[in-house]
């Protein structure tokens, strides 16, 4: 028998839809969903309540903070309402309407942070001026002939460029832009060339002028110049750790980094 026109045609030979059985992967995160949302209940609800000490508020709040986290939301988000739920269990109603009052303006109206417009501009200059480019190319031709000579002169430049701008971000993208594309070129691993460009960022964050440093020095209400001054040699440290790392790694892999048979000039 011959199925009407526009009719659905039968999913299986016998005209039946075929069972589908439940994945045990889609039970697992059905489970841990269900756990996770429970979590987040029961501690919002101790929270409101006000039955906890305060070490245990605190407790409450950062396990609320994380369990909404894993649950995907919004991370600033997610800690301010932890945050806010914990002051509301330890001072009450009005102590949680002063500190949400006062606290984010008192956190960021601080001299301190007014360098770091500053910082970000440098690093823009130092990208559209070219500069990026130039210390790029300078770090090759003297590192050029070491095993995984490209990842020691991206890992060189990122650091010396965060030397001079505290945009280690706007860095990292303008020296992964010139890096990456030559690596490819050469034959270097994928991933070994996308490691080497996030690993030069990080020097970054410790060599001065530092945004990170910046910030904390201000959250933590300590000076500025020795906060930056500190960063130096562990931020050195970090640049040459990286570039030993990365040159073991091509010794004894060359797989991941073909040696350079052509010389670079100036």
Same mark, same amino acid.
């Given at each position: 028998?011959?199925?009407?026109?526009?009719? /659905? =045609?039968?999913?299986?030979?016998?005209?039946?839809? %075929?069972?589908?059985? %439940?994945?045990?992967?889609?039970?697992?995160?059905?489970?841990?969903?269900? @756990?996770?949302?429970?979590?987040?209940?029961?501690?919002?609800?101790?929270? *409101?309540?006000?039955?906890?000490?305060?070490? +245990?508020?605190?407790? +409450?709040?950062?396990?609320?903070?994380?369990?909404?986290?894993?649950? $995907?939301?919004?991370?600033?988000?997610?800690?301010?309402?932890? $945050?806010?739920?914990?002051?509301?269990?330890?001072?009450?109603?009005?102590?949680?309407?002063?500190?949400?009052?006062? /606290?984010?303006?008192?956190?960021? =109206?601080?001299?301190?942070?007014?360098?770091?417009?500053?910082?970000?501009?440098?690093?823009?200059?130092?990208? !559209?001026?070219?500069?990026?480019?130039?210390?790029?190319? +300078? =770090?090759?031709?003297?590192?050029?002939?070491?095993?995984?000579?490209?990842?020691?002169?991206?890992?060189?430049?990122?650091?010396?460029?965060?030397?001079?701008?505290?945009?280690?971000?706007? &860095?990292?993208?303008? #020296?992964?832009?010139?890096?990456?594309?030559?690596?490819?070129?050469?034959?270097?691993? @994928?991933?070994?060339?996308?490691?080497?460009?996030?690993?030069?960022? *990080?020097?970054?964050?410790? &060599?001065? %002028?530092?945004? *990170?440093?910046?910030?904390?020095?201000?959250?933590?209400?300590?000076?500025?110049?020795?906060?930056? *001054?500190?960063?130096?040699? %562990?931020?050195?440290?970090?640049?040459?750790?990286?570039?030993?790392?990365?040159?073991?790694?091509?010794? #004894?892999?060359?797989?991941?980094?073909?040696?350079? !048979?052509? !010389?670079?000039?100036?």
């Amino acid at each position: 028998m011959t199925a009407a026109k526009g009719a /659905l =045609a039968p999913i299986s030979s016998k005209g039946t839809p %075929p069972i589908l059985a %439940p994945s045990p992967k889609n039970g697992r995160g059905i489970a841990i969903t269900v @756990t996770l949302v429970a979590s987040a209940v029961i501690a919002g609800a101790l929270l *409101l309540t006000r039955v906890l000490d305060n070490s +245990a508020a605190g407790i +409450a709040s950062l396990i609320l903070m994380l369990v909404l986290i894993f649950l $995907g939301m919004p991370v600033g988000l997610t800690m301010v309402l932890a $945050g806010a739920l914990g002051i509301y269990s330890i001072v009450g109603l009005r102590g949680m309407n002063d500190s949400l009052a006062n /606290l984010p303006y008192a956190a960021v =109206a601080s001299w301190s942070l007014s360098v770091l417009p500053m910082f970000i501009l440098m690093g823009l200059l130092l990208w !559209r001026s070219g500069i990026t480019g130039r210390l790029f190319e +300078a =770090a090759r031709v003297w590192l050029h002939w070491l095993p995984g000579g490209l990842a020691v002169t991206t890992n060189f430049a990122g650091a010396g460029l965060a030397a001079v701008s505290g945009s280690t971000a706007g &860095i990292t993208y303008a #020296i992964g832009r010139l890096s990456i594309p030559e690596m490819l070129k050469s034959g270097y691993n @994928t991933r070994y060339a996308t490691g080497t460009v996030l690993m030069s960022g *990080l020097a970054g964050q410790l &060599i001065p %002028p530092s945004i *990170l440093s910046v910030i904390y020095a201000g959250v933590a209400g300590t000076s500025v110049g020795q906060q930056l *001054l500190a960063g130096i040699v %562990p931020g050195v440290a970090v640049a040459l750790i990286f570039a030993v790392q990365l040159i073991l790694m091509a010794t #004894i892999r060359p797989s991941l980094a073909p040696a350079q !048979r052509t !010389r670079v000039f100036l």
